[in-house]
């Protein structure tokens, strides 16, 4: 088994910045991709990035430039440093976890390929 919990999330203006971390433990040497996904109220999960555990590749959903994901020097810890914050960007952000068998930007980025989820942790952009 596997446990992450996330932390880092909070309030912020737009325009701002918060880094989110995520703590792996537990099994992690089962792992070879960690990622981040978010869930806006009334919306579907959706994936902003994922890093495979040795350290590259790193996928994101889409080019924003604003979102970079990097992993920790242990590779039991992740991190999401968001820059230039937008009152879309507020939801509920989740960490995963898990062993995929193809290493493609679209299985990384798919939320079925993570066996594990942390609680997640709350980002709040206002105007």
């Known amino acids: 088994q596997v446990r992450l919990v996330e932390s880092g999330g909070g309030s912020v203006q737009a325009g701002g910045s918060l880094r989110l971390s995520c703590a792996a433990s537990?099994?992690?040497?089962?792992?070879?991709?960690m990622a981040w996904f978010r869930q806006a109220p009334g919306k579907e999960r959706r994936a902003v990035a994922a890093?495979?555990?040795?350290?590259?590749?790193t996928y994101y959903a889409h080019s924003q430039g604003r979102f970079t994901i990097s992993q920790g020097n242990a590779k039991n810890a992740v991190y999401l440093q968001m820059n230039s914050l937008k009152p879309e960007d507020t939801a509920m952000y989740y960490c995963?976890?898990?062993?995929?068998?193809?290493?493609?930007?679209?299985?990384?980025?798919?939320?079925?390929?993570?066996?594990?989820w942390g609680q997640g942790t709350q980002v709040t952009v206002s105007a």
């Open positions: 995963a976890a898990g062993r995929l068998d193809s290493i493609t930007i679209a299985s990384a980025l798919n939320s079925r390929s993570y066996s594990y």
């Open positions: 537990g099994y992690t040497s089962s792992l070879n991709f």
């Open positions: 890093i495979y555990t040795a350290g590259s590749p």
